[in-house]
């Protein structure tokens, strides 16, 4: 297997938690015979300075390869070094090595990591011969390749012409353009609907620039109704927003297996409303670049009553605001949402303090709340009000 091509001075980094440090460090090994440097805490990449050795790591890593556990996200210290590689633009190669086979990332690692496709490490803690952790590591290493030098990618026409041998046992897709350009235009071409893949539970698929044909990858998408899709990722980058993507929206909000949503669109679009008229499974919900009003959060407490993580814009327009209730009235009927844990707010103009004391009120298992979007003395405001 040919060596990725690392520029002059870089390395992989590993990110991992104590708990598995043996197993890590098979792994090192395997990469370090396959002539692929990697950075390791206790392979001497530890100086003098704590600090100082981790920060010049991610620093001058090509990617950070992090091995997920619960142990991993408990963690202060490895919670520190994933936030700092996401802060240095660095790429993520999530292995997830959990002993639990039901755990899942959740919170700040469960975003943090919400639109990679993980490798699966886990049978490797309980099938530890030498030919499973040989499969696990050239896994690794095919998606250290990819990460780190994109025109090194196999033949995507040929790949194209495999999958139809695997189309029962496929999972999970990944479709991006990035340093790719007409690969998504190229897949949907020949697969115009995931219904093909009977066993899709995930489905990353992040569009840019102007190489998109987005009548073609609207149709896709909305073939997902007919699916048990759990996992969906949507990034549109400017210039490549579909022509009626409200519908696309409206058609995703109806996906009853759905658990975890996570939509990027350009910041074109304000005071949607969305029509929700049956219960959801969502757990985890990321919306940027459309700002709603209230009456879609209550919408959302209403038929989301699983939702655990929650990151919205909100925009109290006093046009579309008015429609809804008066402006003067601050008891808006928000619903108990008894299981959200964490919640980010982007608020716009207009926003009443009332209000949004109301809605936060309305979460009493709240663990992490971060609002921004408004003057420093608004802020002041609020936490007085909080305390």
Same mark, same amino acid.
């Given at each position: 297997m040919a060596t990725p091509a690392l520029k002059q001075g870089q390395h992989i980094m590993f990110s991992y938690g104590w708990d598995i440090q043996k197993d890590v460090l098979e792994i090192y090994h395997r990469l370090q015979a396959h002539n692929i440097p990697v950075w390791m805490d206790i392979q001497g990449g530890m100086k003098d300075y704590l600090t *100082? $050795?981790?920060?010049?790591?991610?620093?001058?890593?090509?990617?950070?390869?992090?091995?997920?556990?619960?142990?991993? %996200? $408990?963690?202060?210290? !490895? +919670?520190?070094?994933?936030?700092?590689?996401? #802060? !240095?633009?660095?790429?993520?190669?999530?292995?997830?090595?959990? $002993?639990?086979?039901?755990?899942?990332?959740? *919170?700040?690692?469960?975003?943090? =990591?919400?639109?990679?496709?993980?490798?699966?490490?886990?049978?490797?803690?309980?099938?530890?011969?030498? *030919?499973?952790?040989?499969?696990? !590591? #050239?896994? /690794?290493?095919?998606?250290? +390749?990819?990460?780190?030098?994109?025109?090194?990618?196999?033949?995507?026409?040929?790949?194209?012409?495999?999958?139809?041998?695997?189309?029962?046992?496929?999972?999970?897709?990944?479709?991006? *353009?990035?340093?790719?350009? #007409? @690969?998504?235009?190229?897949?949907? +071409?020949?697969?115009?609907?995931?219904?093909?893949?009977?066993?899709?539970?995930?489905?990353? =698929?992040?569009?840019?620039?102007?190489?998109? @044909? $987005?009548? @073609?990858v609207e149709n896709a998408i909305l073939s997902l109704v007919d699916t048990n899709i759990e996992v969906l990722s949507i990034k549109m980058i400017k210039g490549s927003l579909f022509h009626s993507w409200g519908k696309v929206v409206e058609t995703i909000f109806t996906f009853k297996t759905l658990q975890r949503l996570s939509l990027t669109l350009p910041r074109?679009?304000?005071? %949607?409303?969305?029509?929700?008229?049956?219960? /959801?499974? =969502?757990?985890?919900?990321?919306?940027?670049?459309?700002?709603?009003?209230?009456?879609?959060l209550i919408t959302f407490s209403k038929y989301m009553p699983y939702l655990k993580y929650l990151n919205i814009e909100v925009n109290d327009h006093p046009i579309q605001f008015h429609y809804l209730y008066p402006l003067k009235e601050t008891n808006l009927p928000f619903i108990p949402m008894l299981k959200l844990r964490t919640l980010f707010l982007y608020l716009e103009c207009g926003i009443i303090l009332d209000i949004l004391l109301q809605y936060i009120k309305c979460a009493p298992n709240l663990h992490r709340l971060a609002v921004d979007g408004f003057s420093y003395t608004f802020q002041l405001a609020y936490l007085a009000e909080m305390d």
């Open positions: *100082e $050795s981790m920060s010049a790591a991610i620093e001058n890593s090509a990617a950070v390869c992090c091995f997920i556990t619960s142990k991993y %996200q $408990s963690s202060p210290y !490895c +919670k520190k070094e994933l936030l700092y590689a996401q #802060d !240095c633009q660095k790429k993520l190669i999530p292995c997830l090595m959990d $002993s639990d086979p039901t755990w899942k990332p959740t *919170e700040w690692l469960g975003y943090a =990591i919400i639109d990679i496709m993980y490798i699966d490490f886990r049978d490797l803690l309980t099938n530890k011969t030498p *030919e499973n952790l040989d499969a696990k !590591c #050239d896994l /690794l290493i095919k998606r250290i +390749k990819r990460t780190v030098d994109p025109g090194a990618l196999d033949n995507f026409r040929f790949c194209i012409h495999l999958l139809p041998n695997y189309l029962d046992k496929i999972t999970g897709l990944a479709l991006s *353009e990035r340093g790719a350009p #007409d @690969h998504i235009n190229m897949f949907l +071409k020949y697969f115009p609907s995931f219904t093909l893949f009977k066993q899709l539970r995930s489905l990353y =698929i992040h569009c840019s620039g102007g190489y998109i @044909h $987005s009548n @073609h074109h679009y304000t005071y %949607q409303n969305v029509q929700l008229s049956t219960l /959801l499974n =969502i757990e985890y919900l990321t919306i940027t670049g459309v700002q709603w009003d209230w009456y879609v």
